[in-house]
């Protein structure tokens, strides 16, 4: 199995611009989480789809931040305008049930200038 | 609500020493405990977990066990070597939460030759 995909692997962009952040779970996983990671903040959830529904976003910082999940096999995170407190390694991950053990992607390390 | 406290590092060790990484939790329900590592770089592996007390979660000689009475899920491995080096996660998820993750900060670990 290829595991999870996230692409890019490095953005670099500048205040004001929009991100698309891009992830594709492990084929036949039903649930997905976005997570950010910061040296101040660790390891945070942003937002999680269960069956592309997606259940909880109260972790999404602000209205900047979309998430979308249209089928079963891609998912994408959204920042508009970005800015440079945006700045972080952004996973996805999925998992076969919600209950069950996440798998993650290598992450995209977003710097935003 | 729910939440992971790990021991603060960095930790430094030589090779073949033992290992004891603290972990603690704080759960309004009957968590699952993991344990997860990320080398340089990369994403987040998942190393081990357990469901339910008592449980005892193993793997690449690494172990940590459920217990209920301390809410605790301590990491530990008999014998470090160089390529442990890394940073170990311990998470909790349950179903008033989601199942999502709740990670603790990281512990970072360094074994010399």
């Known amino acids: 199995d290829a595991g999870v995909i996230q692409s890019p692997r490095h953005e670099v962009t500048e205040m004001g611009q929009e991100v698309t952040l891009r992830c594709k779970p492990i084929?036949?996983?039903?649930?997905l989480f976005w997570y950010r990671q910061t040296m101040m903040r660790g390891l945070e959830l942003l937002i999680y789809?269960?069956?592309?529904?997606?259940?909880?976003d109260s972790g999404m910082p602000e209205d900047r931040f979309s998430a979308k999940m249209p089928n079963a096999s891609f998912s994408t995170l959204k920042i508009q305008p970005s800015e440079p407190r945006d700045s972080a390694v952004y996973f996805c991950?999925?998992?076969?049930?919600?209950?069950?053990?996440?798998?993650f992607g290598p992450g995209t390390r977003l710097t935003v200038t | 609500g729910d939440s992971v406290t790990q021991m603060e590092g960095p930790v430094t060790l030589s090779e073949e020493a033992f290992l004891t990484i603290n972990c603690t939790y704080t759960?309004?329900?009957?968590?699952?405990l993991f344990w997860y590592v990320q080398y340089p770089g990369e994403g987040l592996q998942l190393l081990l977990k357990?469901?339910?007390?008592?449980d005892k979660g193993s793997n690449k000689g690494f172990e940590a066990t459920y217990r209920k009475e301390t809410t605790s899920f301590h990491l530990e491995k008999g014998s470090v070597q160089v390529s442990d080096s890394a940073v170990y996660f311990c998470?909790?998820?349950?179903?008033?939460?989601?199942?999502?993750?709740?990670f603790g900060k990281g512990t970072s670990l360094l074994v010399t030759p």
């Open positions: 991950a999925s998992s076969s049930s919600r209950q069950g053990s996440k798998y």
């Open positions: 084929s036949g996983h039903n649930s």
């Open positions: 789809f269960n069956n592309n529904v997606p259940i909880d």
């Open positions: 759960a309004t329900g009957y968590p699952s």
């Open positions: 357990a469901t339910k007390a008592d």
């Open positions: 998470a909790l998820s349950e179903g008033n939460s989601g199942y999502a993750l709740n």
